[in-house]
């Protein structure tokens, strides 16, 4: 969400169509979302760990646990306080039902654990960061 502005933010979740008759306790995909800030530490642990010699390596960020769409858009009716109105239509063509990231390797490599995991956290972070620092006035 960071790097828009609040209305926009909600507006494109309002104009999103959500799909249903996944295989999901809602019907609506699953999802691993994080934190801006654990995504930033990880990559200066990554950096780190080249400047001392260390070779180049693929890793998965996550917080190892999904959040179903319908999750995150209450959590964000929740922070922002408006009723974002959602469309619900067919599920997209080969769209997975279920999306977890396994962040085993970079834990077990760089010490990289996230620290902001709760969702209510990650959108209220985003939500608070876009409304002290776009142009928009506060909705």
């Known amino acids: 969400m ?9 507006r494109s979740l ?24 654990d995504l930033a530490q990880a990559h200066i642990l990554a950096l780190d760990a080249l400047e001392s010699g260390g070779g180049s390596a693929v890793y998965n960020l996550g917080n190892e646990q999904g959040h179903s769409v319908r999750e995150v ?3 964000a ?11 619900f239509g067919p599920r997209r063509e080969g769209d997975p039902a279920v999306l977890v990231a396994s962040s085993a390797r970079i834990q077990r490599e760089l010490g990289w654990r996230p620290r902001f995991g709760e969702l209510e956290v990650i959108v209220g972070s985003a939500w608070r960061w876009e409304r002290q620092n776009c142009s928009v006035p506060p909705l």
Not at 2 to 10: W, Y
């Open 73 to 75: 858009i209450d959590v």
């Open 77 to 87: 009716r929740q922070v922002t306080g408006v009723d974002i109105p959602i469309e």
């Open 14 to 37: 309002a104009d999103t169509r959500m799909g249903v008759l996944h295989s999901t306790p809602d019907g609506t995909c699953v999802r691993d979302y994080i934190h801006v800030t």
């Open 2 to 10: 960071a790097g828009i502005t609040p209305l926009a933010t909600l």
